[in-house]
């Protein structure tokens, strides 16, 4: 229940998003800026330039978040949430500020997987938190706003080597990292928790060896789920295609159309980002007003996101044209925030308050391994000049996903308890 005055206000709820929105942008921007600066770094700390190395600095963070985001959502069902932000945003702020200070490759790598470790912590919590406050109207909408602070992050995170060469790679680290640790000090004074029940409260001081039992129990509950199964399913077969745009539709562009890669990175990068922008602002507000009229109307806003991304897919892998390709890439964005937006609020439909931390930890391990899969396999289809055909097989996958989830998924109300 809601504990306190400013909470029970129409306005709070929307001030938390706001609140969280300015996390998830400093979440990405932190953890990406590093991939950008990979030649100022080098001119002072050599082995950065090694690509193996490299490879090994960007694995260990993806590793480890994958693996703690689990233990993350666990921790998110039984702590108070506003700490655990505080202390995830706080952590790794003073590692990308730390970071600054490096002077060896060992220095950076293993900042970098304590990095993986407080940045899992941050995205469960976050979420449960935005469903608790959005127990009906307005869910999806508020779930995608902050999903959109993501992108926004993983934007403004690519500028980190234009910084780098206005002031220095240490001076970068050292502004991000500040704003961050500073940041944390007003989520201190205006972010509240919303305890689901009085009793959660006491499980703060209860025995590390109980919590660890409850914790247990709880994936047990989870994964008792058929319905969770489906879900895990759906979003780990779009995080295929999520990982693979990421890491891989710049290299196919410069490929498919013939221009150069400084053309093809802002083409890809920009029409999916500012898409995925408007998918998230189309179907958060169609997805609450549908769900009203029909307890499935989040899962079909979700279906249709996930209907618009196999042709555009198709397109994307096997298409020569740019006009063409700039019409996928953006007709992917928007169904790719179509269905970003109701991940959670599809989650709290069938997972109750308690548990729901939980489970989307596990499915943001499914969905980071799952990317990191890909991202390995497309690499060695590239090598055969087999890329595009790899962008359009995916869209099979996507339409088996989409075909369980409409098959599947049958709610009986919008906000399990």
């Not at 666990?74 to 108070?80: G, Q, S, V």
């Amino acid at each position: 229940m809601i504990t306190s005055n400013s909470s029970q206000s129409k306005v709070y709820p929307w001030v938390v998003v706001g609140l969280l929105w300015v996390v998830a942008l400093l979440n990405y921007m932190d953890r990406q800026m590093l991939s950008t600066m990979q030649m100022s770094m080098g001119e002072t700390i050599h082995p950065i330039l090694d690509p193996v190395n490299f490879g090994r600095l960007m694995a260990v963070f993806l590793w480890i978040y994958g693996f703690m985001s689990p233990i993350s959502g666990a921790i998110a069902d039984k702590l108070n949430r506003k700490w655990l932000i505080v202390g995830s945003l706080g952590v790794w702020s003073a590692v990308t500020l730390l970071m600054g200070y490096c002077s060896t490759f060992d220095q950076i790598y293993w900042l970098r997987a304590l990095m993986g470790v407080s940045e899992a912590l941050y995205i469960p919590a976050a979420l449960s938190l935005i469903a608790d406050y959005f127990t009906g109207r307005g869910r999806s909408l508020a779930v995608g706003i902050h999903m959109t602070g993501l992108y926004m992050g993983q934007a403004l995170g690519g500028f980190g080597a234009t910084v780098a060469h206005a002031y220095s790679w240490q001076q970068t680290f050292h502004i991000f990292g500040i704003i961050g640790i500073a940041y944390a000090f007003v989520l201190i004074i205006a972010l509240r928790d919303i305890r689901r029940t009085p009793t959660e409260e006491k499980n703060t001081s209860t025995p590390i060896s109980v919590t660890l039992k409850s914790m247990i129990q709880g994936f047990g509950m989870v994964f008792s789920m058929i319905a969770f199964w489906v879900i895990l399913f759906f979003f780990a077969s779009s995080s295929l295609p999520g990982w693979a745009t990421k890491n891989w539709l710049p290299t196919l562009f410069a490929n498919s159309l013939g221009i150069s890669p400084s053309e093809a990175g802002p083409l890809a990068t920009i029409t999916i980002a500012a898409s995925s922008f408007i998918g998230v602002m189309v179907g958060g507000p169609l997805s609450d007003r549908w769900v009203r009229r029909n307890l499935r109307g989040r899962i079909y806003t979700s279906a249709i996101g996930m209907a618009m991304m196999i042709p555009a897919l198709i397109l994307i892998g096997l298409g020569h044209n740019i006009y063409a390709a700039i019409g996928a890439g953006l007709f992917f964005g928007l169904g790719y925030g179509m269905f970003d937006a109701n991940n959670m609020p599809i989650l709290c439909q069938f997972v109750p308050s308690r548990l729901r931390a939980s489970a989307y930890g596990v499915m943001n391990m499914v969905g980071v391994f799952a990317g990191a899969a890909t991202t390995s396999v497309l690499g060695s289809w590239a090598k055969d000049g087999n890329l595009g055909l790899g962008f359009a097989l995916m869209a099979g996958v996507i339409f088996v996903a989409m075909a369980l989830q409409l098959t599947l998924l049958r709610p009986s109300s919008d906000n399990k308890e």
